[in-house]
């Protein structure tokens, strides 16, 4: 079975070249498919990263792969993966027609992020736009800031960036019962209709549809996520609870195994904290445990019970 990959990793973003660094090291053969798309690329610095705070994620992206070239056990492909198959091995096919059989596969593809259908949002996003305050909170400190988001997710988005300003504007009228506590922190709300978005100065303008403009500084909406392929249901792999997020997370153990023997997911498609150093966690944590699954088949190296139990 020399033709057989221990592991294929759909995805090199943060989570996945993380787990083929770890795969690396522990000399096993891994191919790493990256349809070189992440979700972070507009962004203008990764916040919160312990070495590369406030730096382009290409920069990270760039560093991750010149140190995967040192083990030679690691491809990396610029792909697309199209399909999935489940046998005696996995079977993995590319856009370019080239398929690749595998023991073990990692799904870290990362999730299409959605905004709300306001004009010119998606041309601010990632620059005045964020949906992250642990990301971006530190870079709109002290300065005024909206939030564009309704009900459950109007009041923890309005009172957990309480921590970086103090000059908020929620754009909702939607905050239903929890309005006091929103008010109690000094939070303003305004419930007109936003009808437009636009860069203005070093900031944005809100504009609304009865003619009012809100100059701000930046805005934190509630973005929701969803799956960048059909590669988790062709695998049958469970997919959590709904949640005002997403309703397509991969479910997956403390380990990164899903509910599929032998398929385990890192980073943003298990929609844990949205961080690139969650998922660089993530992504070593769930490489140790596919090392630890490869030698229980080959040497009888005990580890905890697969819960295929979770699929149904």
Known sequence: MDDVWDCVIVGGGAAGLSAALVLGRARRRTLVVDAGKPSNAVSHGIGGLLGYDGRPPAELYTAGRAELAKYPQVQLRTGVVTDVGRGEVFTVEMADGTVESTRRIVLANGMHYHLPEIPGLAQLW??????????????????????????????????????????????????????????????????RRVAEVRAAGDGLEIVFADGGVLARRALMVAATVSQRSALAEQLGVRFGEPNPLSAEAVWVDEFGRTSVLGVFAAGDVTVQLPQVAAAIAAGSKVAAAVVQSLLNDEFGLPVPAWNEEANV
């Open 126 to 191: 990632g620059d005045s736009v964020f949906h992250c305050p642990f990301c971006h909170g530190w870079e709109v400190r002290d300065v005024p800031v909206a939030v564009l988001a309704d009900g459950a997710r109007a009041v923890h988005a309005a009172l957990l960036l309480r921590g970086w300003t103090e000059d908020i504007v929620v754009l909702t009228d939607d905050l239903g019962d929890e309005r006091p506590l929103v008010e109690a922190a000094g939070v303003h709300i305004d419930e």
